[in-house]
């Protein structure tokens, strides 16, 4: 191990990286806002026990634990829900119900990297607490959905599988399979995808023949009809598609569970969900019953996403290259005008302006080429023409010579009318 | 430790402190954009080894550090400082000098809790690298000033204390005290404003007469004027002092070093930094040499500055209260007209307005004030009115009646023109 890299499965984000991250976190925040959910966050050191209690076990065996200073044993967080399910129970009578709540934060997994998985990545979650109806699931899947579409991603390009954990559960409480076997039995299912039907088969035994089959007929509730209806409402129908082979590993899941992934089937999960509806009061020891349900959406696969779709990727390098840009650069042609020209940065600072400028003595043509580099619209020269200013429109290389104490009105009008900054 | 708690020194933000918590990013990210800072983003679990090998003993003690399931002995950041060293010595080719960079990030402290002080917090990092000139130390002092006077503080509230290392590196230099002791005895110098003055006396021997003599007459350079002489020119002056008591606990620290104050003296310090010249070098083994300076300012010490000064803390009430509204709230007076509603509120939130309504059956005059307490500008109401829709201006009380098919225009027309949204 170098001190030069970080450590593996951890990224650095350089500027053009961290652009990339902002603009998949601000449309994040914009379309959860669209929908009239509020933002929180919540710690990302966790007591381990809140892992332990209720979450199935293919998390606990990932998790960054480990025992601090004061003897505790703590993990950095792999998921936001049971932070969601404590921090709701102790505060629920703060609010009114239904809670719509989003979050933008990083989680942490140990385990092996490959395409799509490190061992940190950030994610949005999205939860709804105390709405029992399906209203709430559709609404949480059309967030689901309009997110995706916000970076220009289409019907084309990704679909919500949806299915619901209570199809199961009642598949196998009509084959009287005791409750206790529940939750090993719809891993196994949620897996079945993913793994060769032989194994399958043998961990299901008896059971085997009707899970198959069912899963090949594709499954069917009154349920999830209902649900479609309402996307369909909404114009997202062509989203969504029923697949009771979507159960989601987490043993949490009570009902309604969905996972989108791309068209191409190229890709991991890009996000997944479900309802919850006993976690709050498994985690309060009883003392916070709410219905809830929520998704997670991963910033590393979805990044791949947006890359392998041109339309999409084209939208943020376009909106990325844009935000980069400064506004104004100041060419200081003469060292005299130093300390006037600094006088001026700070007051066009102070309204808002973007301004860079050379820390040092530079050739003109330096500080010009600088000044196109950062894409600034305006170049201000500050040389032999004082009392008056240089000023250089930067795309249409139009010049004219005003005069200092008037800059300001004049900047002031550039960006109000003609620019495109 | 209950679980329905966070662990002690950590935080969870609520609706409410999440705003603020945004809030405070908001202007940090504004500020350091205008300054040309571009943003970037380290990794927050690092090697045990980058702080070991450099810091200070001060930080090391308190490390969060933990050895992970691959025997690797990491620990979550303290500081970013040595993150950046570590990136840029990988990745300097790759960029013009100098950078001028920005971080928003979380760090983390094993360590007492105390006022203004938990076991995380978030840091605004700004760090110039490549630029040996003391116009760099004067452009990241008024960064640092102008992050501070955009929350609405002004001289009045709080001040930057300024000293040099050189100073006294000069000063131990001259009384021939060999280099290897240097650290340690600047750390007493540092510490020396916070203890008793017999302790640091009996710490520094025959040196604590002239050390203490130099402390009371304040001390001066050349350099030091310089850069209130730089500071100047902008209009910054008044925000600085000269305080050679400041010194910065961290041993990379080789030139300028600041923090910043309330005037008040109540708070812990709001920011800190300076020159860091040699460590780049010393943690890329001497591949990489480049002068670098930065400072960091956390978010609780801040925090606590804005709510004590009534300007400062009303600005952010405004903004949080502004910055929560949302646009439209549809009233479904008739639940025939659920499916009408809700096709129309998926294009509204295409369109980008921010859009909110009962997910089940609600009176009508409870919608109204669900309406009011989410701060919406327009009530949109599907009722008897179909297929017209009736449309509420909230703050006036006026009404009127829209056809439906109508309606998108008219709330575009609405909000480009009459709204406070």
Same mark, same amino acid.
């Given at each position: 191990?170098?001190?030069?890299?970080?450590?593996?499965?951890?990224?650095?984000?350089?500027?053009?990286?961290?652009?990339?991250?902002?603009?998949?976190?601000?449309?994040?925040?914009?379309?959860?806002?669209?929908?009239?959910?509020?933002?929180?966050?919540?710690?990302?050191?966790?007591?381990?026990?809140?892992?332990?209690?209720?979450?199935?076990?293919?998390?606990?065996?990932?998790?960054?634990?480990?025992?601090?200073?004061?003897? $505790?044993?703590?993990? =950095? @967080?792999?998921?936001?829900?049971?932070?969601?399910? @404590?921090?709701?129970?102790?505060?629920?009578?703060?609010?009114?119900?239904?809670?719509?709540?989003? !979050?933008?934060?990083?989680?942490? $997994?140990?385990?092996?990297?490959?395409?799509?998985r490190l061992r940190e990545h950030?994610?949005?979650?999205?939860?709804?607490?105390?709405?029992?109806?399906?209203?709430? /699931?559709?609404?949480?899947?059309?967030?689901?959905?309009?997110?995706? @579409?916000?970076?220009? =991603?289409?019907?084309?390009?990704?679909?919500?599988?949806?299915? /619901?954990?209570?199809?199961?559960?009642?598949?196998?409480?009509?084959?009287?399979?005791?409750?206790?076997?529940?939750?090993?039995?719809?891993?196994?299912?949620?897996? !079945?995808?993913?793994?060769?039907? /032989?194994?399958?088969?043998?961990? =299901?035994?008896?059971?085997?023949?009707?899970?198959?089959?069912?899963?090949?007929?594709?499954?069917? !509730?009154?349920?999830?009809?209902?649900?479609?209806?309402?996307?369909?409402?909404?114009?997202?129908?062509?989203?969504?598609?029923?697949?009771?082979?979507?159960?989601?590993?987490?043993?949490?899941?009570?009902?309604?569970?969905?996972?989108?992934?791309? $068209?191409?089937?190229?890709?991991?999960?890009?996000?997944?969900?479900?309802?919850?509806?006993?976690?709050?009061?498994?985690?309060?020891?009883?003392?916070?019953?709410?219905?809830?349900?929520?998704?997670?959406?991963?910033?590393?696969?979805?990044?791949?996403?947006?890359?392998?779709?041109?339309?999409? @990727?084209?939208?943020?390098?376009?909106?990325?290259?844009?935000?980069?840009?400064?506004?104004?650069?100041?060419?200081?042609?003469?060292?005299?005008?130093?300390?006037?020209?600094?006088?001026?940065?700070?007051?066009?600072?102070?309204?808002?302006?973007?301004? /860079?400028?050379?820390?040092?003595?530079?050739?003109?043509?330096?500080?010009?080429?600088?000044?196109?580099?950062?894409?600034?619209? #305006?170049?201000? #020269?500050?040389?032999?023409?004082w009392p008056q200013v240089k000023?250089?429109?930067?795309?249409?290389?139009?010049? !004219?010579?005003?005069?200092?104490?008037?800059? #300001?009105?004049?900047?002031?009008?550039?960006?109000?009318?003609?620019s495109s900054a």
């Open positions: 191990m170098t001190l030069m890299q970080p450590l593996p499965g951890f990224r650095d984000f350089l500027p053009e990286d961290c652009a990339k991250r902002n603009y998949i976190f601000a449309r994040w925040r914009r379309v959860a806002r669209r929908y009239g959910f509020v933002e929180w966050e919540g710690s990302p050191l966790e007591p381990t026990e809140l892992y332990k209690k209720k979450s199935g076990d293919e998390i606990v065996g990932q998790l960054f634990n480990f025992t601090d200073k004061g003897e $505790r044993e703590v993990a =950095l @967080r792999p998921e936001l829900t049971p932070t969601l399910a @404590r921090v709701v129970a102790a505060h629920e009578r703060e609010f009114k119900k239904p809670l719509k709540w989003f !979050s933008i934060g990083q989680f942490f $997994r140990y385990e092996k990297q490959q395409r799509g950030f994610q949005l979650n999205c939860d709804i607490i105390g709405e029992n109806d399906l209203a709430a /699931d559709i609404e949480l899947v059309a967030l689901c959905i309009d997110v995706l @579409r916000t970076f220009g =991603l289409t019907e084309k390009d990704f679909v919500v599988r949806i299915s /619901d954990r209570e199809f199961w559960t009642g598949f196998l409480r009509e084959r009287n399979v005791p409750a206790e076997r529940w939750d090993e039995l719809l891993q196994i299912i949620d897996r !079945s995808g993913r793994e060769p039907r /032989d194994k399958t088969a043998e961990k =299901l035994g008896k059971l085997a023949e009707p899970v198959f089959a069912t899963l090949h007929s594709g499954g069917k !509730s009154e349920k999830l009809d209902r649900l479609i209806g309402g996307l369909r409402a909404r114009g997202l129908a062509d989203f969504v598609q029923i697949d009771v082979g979507i159960v989601r590993g987490l043993a949490y899941y009570t009902g309604i569970v969905f996972e989108l992934f791309d $068209r191409a089937g190229k890709f991991r999960a890009i996000a997944g969900g479900g309802r919850y509806d006993n976690l709050i009061a498994q985690l309060s020891d009883g003392a916070v019953s709410l219905p809830a349900l929520g998704f997670a959406m991963g910033d590393v696969v979805l990044s791949e996403l947006i890359n392998e779709i041109p339309r999409a @990727r084209e939208a943020m390098q376009k909106a990325v290259a844009s935000d980069r840009k400064i506004d104004i650069y100041v060419v200081i042609a003469k060292e005299e005008r130093r300390a006037d020209a600094l006088a001026q940065i700070q007051q066009l600072r102070d309204r808002g302006y973007r301004v /860079d400028y050379p820390m040092t003595p530079t050739k003109v043509a330096r500080q010009f080429q600088a000044a196109e580099e950062a894409g600034a619209a #305006l170049a201000l #020269l500050y040389g032999d023409e000023v250089k429109n930067l795309p249409t290389r139009e010049e !004219s010579l005003i005069d200092h104490g008037a800059l #300001l009105d004049s900047v002031a009008k550039f960006f109000n009318v003609g």
